[in-house]
């Protein structure tokens, strides 16, 4: 009983990483229907951007979110105006298409100059115990800072005159125009943002595990299942997604043979489209 | 734009690699053209391009030496190389690529089971020679084909050292077998699954994980639940050192801990005190001193392997080089380029060189099945508070004594 309570906690910690992780391609949705592929290998960028800072710098892994952030949101906005702002508005396959094409290349770049050998990031957090289980504290501070990162979006969203131009273009694109906000900058500053989200969720991720240049496929396909939980364009149903992720992965693996556990959350993604189209949570015109 | 522009577009674009590829042509009469793929990006690029640096070394020795010597005449090597991304349909097509329109005369192996598996039927297909030295699982090699011949130490042995030794230290142990879900970590695992219940050791889980898993927060948790003091399994490279990891982190408390392949990388190290006392079973370490029959002994292998990549050699290196030492042997004992009868120079020849020995089985249903080749078992230590591979079975190789249990000293 003890290790099943101790695999939902442990689910618990990652799965609120996995909600933030799942953030930044479910804002990008929301706002501009685009799914953002290169979103894997921006949250490997944010793991690279943690292990080249601590190794140059000797910072602490927690400080280089910071970087990671502004970082990611440049490279965001960038990123945007190259292979994106061309296909808002068209079909998704085009936007689709294209940032899979960018993403082949941000990966073929990035082999040839790192390869796909292992990095590492030692971070000494101090844990807790519950008889024989422990719980690493690094798992623990990533969740909260996701926590605390994920109720950030949401102030900037409800709260700052950007963010609520964000979600006025987000529910109505026309209408937002015609009351004055400069849509086009908004939607390559909701790029950026996401872009950002991702990067520092992988920042987060890669003071839990090693990680290689392409560790980002495994959090890109976990991303979608966490939005289809969470609901499309919905933020903070991502990260409620990312946590019932988690719970499922550790409240199951204690009773069925662990190569199931993917089949499960599979049968679930597909539950969850025929039963719910929009998602779980509420639909997209009201997410954000 | 209009339905048939896009359409000519599309054609043009697939009819381009037609006009810049270059026009096959006959190798030169004093060259031996070898094909092979590369896993320069995708999953299996670190262990491939670590195998190929090996094949890419004695290419270049070789070559350096005058070449070949096929009975008065000197053959100049020449490699055509592609990238198969680590993906078994590229492996499929570049395989063919390289016979037809390359005209490979000698063929190596990919890396990894699973690409050995899909290029080998290839091979068979147009009865090419090819030599595998990153393909370790033996159901290739049980189909009853004529041409393969296997240069490492087969998927059922790998973990054999390790169950040996963890028997004699501990009669009782309760073993943990989680492992990736891929045909060379099953085939492995399988193995080292009837070794352990011969030996007598509890084997209290057997479980398989999906290679896509990023957390194993919950199957340590199952590990710690089972009251399982010794662990064996893995698979690859970043699942080895994950689990690894987070088995250390989470405090499993395990007394040995014994992963497939990833251990055997250098960046293993990287991991710190997670990577303290875990072994791998290794085709080939520096530490073993064999007498070479012919080629390089294991430092001079290492050295000039040194000298030329500012590296270190590991065992995926040393069993590319290897396997190009086999062929030239071979070539060079026929006295000929004639696929069959370079077969059957391989099929009779039961040699060591730096790398241990060599012999394959020649039964129609396992042809080509490595017999000889045995594996160490190495185990990263401390020393001078830096970590390091160092071979602790068999006692004819060893370079340090074991360090057992782990959880006491991690």
Known sequence: MLGFIASVIDGVLVGLVYGLAAMGITLIWGVMDVINLTHGTMIVAGMFALYLLTSAFGISPYVTLLPALAGGFVVGVALYWIAVHRMVGRPPLMSLLSTFSVNLVLIGVATGVWGTVLFNVEVSVPGLTLGRYTFPGVHIVAAVLAAVIAAGLYFFLRRTRLGKAVRAVANNREAAELVGVPTTQVLSVAFGFGVSLACVSGVLIGTLFPFTILTGDSYLLKSFIVTVLGGFGNPVGALIGGLALGVLEGAVTPFVPVSWTLVIEFVLFVLVLIAFPGGVFMRRSRAL | MKAHHLFAAAAVLAAAPI??????????????????????????????????????????????????????????????????????GRVQQLYTRLINQDHAQFLFGPYSSGLTATAAVISEQYGRLMVITGGAEEKTLELGNKYLFQAITPAGSYLAGAVQVLASKNPHAKVAMVYSDDPFSKAVMAAAKDLAKKAGLDVVIDESYSPSTTDFGPIVNKIISSNADAFLGGGHYADGATLARQMYDQKANLKWVSLLVAPGDAKFASLGPAAFGVTTGSQWELAEKFTPQFGPTGAQFAKAFFDKYKIEADYHSASGYVGGLLLQHAIEQAGSIDT??????????????????????????????????????????????????????????KSANLVYPINSTQ
Do not use: C
């Open chain 2, 340 to 397: 069959d009868k370079v077969a059957a120079k391989l099929n009779a020849m039961d040699v060591t060189t730096f790398y241990g020995k060599f012999k394959v089985a020649t039964d129609p249903k396992h042809h080509g099945l490595q017999v000889a080749h045995k594996m160490v078992l190495a185990q990263w230590q401390r020393q001078n508070g830096k970590l390091v591979r160092e071979v602790v079975w068999p006692d004819e190789a």
């Open chain 2, 19 to 88: 006009f810049v590829t270059a026009p096959a042509r006959a190798a030169d009469a004093d060259t031996i053209v070898i094909g092979m793929t590369e896993s320069q990006t995708g999953a299996l690029n670190v262990d491939s391009v670590a195998q190929q640096r090996g094949i890419d070394m004695w290419r270049d020795e070789v070559n350096a030496a005058g070449g070949i010597k096929v009975g008065d005449k000197h053959y100049k090597v020449k490699f055509v190389v592609y990238d198969d991304q680590s993906v078994g």
